[in-house]
């Protein structure tokens, strides 16, 4: 396994038109989570899933805002009507279940929303 | 107030020199906390968790004051290699369902001068 994989790496889309990203963790990971970064911010949180069940998401996610894990492997986070304050960097890290398990990142899908 | 703050830096240091970072959070229920280390462009990745009694790792030395809810990070001897930005991760209570999830801060930058 060679850890977190996002595709696609980076995505430039029209303002109104809906993106789509793909997320496959490490595959002994119950947790996925989902961040969103812009520049000089930290990661800021989504939303997690453990297995396929959704447990959080953040109030900061907008209703064009949905994620899926459909049967606990890989998830997709996609935007609906994309807006130029979409543009960031998407960030998707999985772990163990457990207080004390940290997350491991994948690259980041950027998107682009001219 | 934010759940998680840290002072963005950047701290510019010589080579050799200690230097140290506090990371403040709000939620005294908080159970977990790392720090993470993010090059430029690059994702976040684990640097060390940050246990009650304090914890070692080399040069880097992270502690806990629950009291006052803050985590701090020390860097010994600090390399030009350590140039960075550091981010504070807490465990705080999602408002949307109660459950928790890892915040981050917006992150410390280094600049190791050589």
């Known amino acids: 396994d060679t850890g977190v994989s996002q595709n696609p790496r980076h995505k430039i889309t029209k303002r109104g038109q809906n993106v789509t990203f793909r997320c496959d963790p490490i595959?002994?990971?119950?947790?996925l989570y989902w961040y969103r970064q812009t520049l000089g911010q930290g990661p800021e949180f989504l939303t997690y899933?453990?297995?396929?069940?959704?447990?959080?998401k953040s109030r900061l996610l907008s209703d064009r805002f949905s994620a899926e894990r459909p049967k606990g492997s890989f998830s997709t986070l996609e935007i609906q009507r994309t807006e130029q304050g979409d543009s960031a960097m998407y960030l998707c890290?999985?772990?163990?279940?457990?207080?004390?398990?940290?997350?491991?990142f994948g690259n980041g899908t950027r998107l682009t929303v001219t | 107030r934010k759940e998680v703050e840290q002072d963005p830096g950047p701290f510019n240091v010589p080579e050799g020199a200690t230097v140290a970072f506090n990371c403040t959070y709000s939620?005294?229920?908080?159970?977990?906390f790392f720090w993470y280390r993010q090059d430029c462009r690059k994702e976040p990745k684990l640097l060390m968790s940050?246990?009650?009694s304090g914890n070692e790792d080399g040069r880097f030395t992270a502690q806990l004051n629950r009291a006052s809810q803050y985590i701090s990070l020390l860097i010994r001897d600090s390399k030009l290699s350590d140039s960075a930005t550091y981010l504070c991760?807490?465990?705080?209570?999602?408002?949307?369902?109660?459950?928790?999830?890892?915040?981050f801060g917006s992150g410390t930058r280094l600049q190791v001068q050589p």
């Open positions: 890290a999985s772990s163990l279940v457990g207080l004390d398990s940290p997350l491991h």
């Open positions: 595959s002994e990971h119950n947790r």
């Open positions: 899933f453990q297995n396929e069940a959704q447990l959080e």
């Open positions: 939620n005294s229920a908080s159970q977990s």
């Open positions: 940050v246990y009650s």
């Open positions: 991760v807490v465990n705080i209570k999602g408002r949307v369902t109660g459950r928790r999830a890892l915040t």
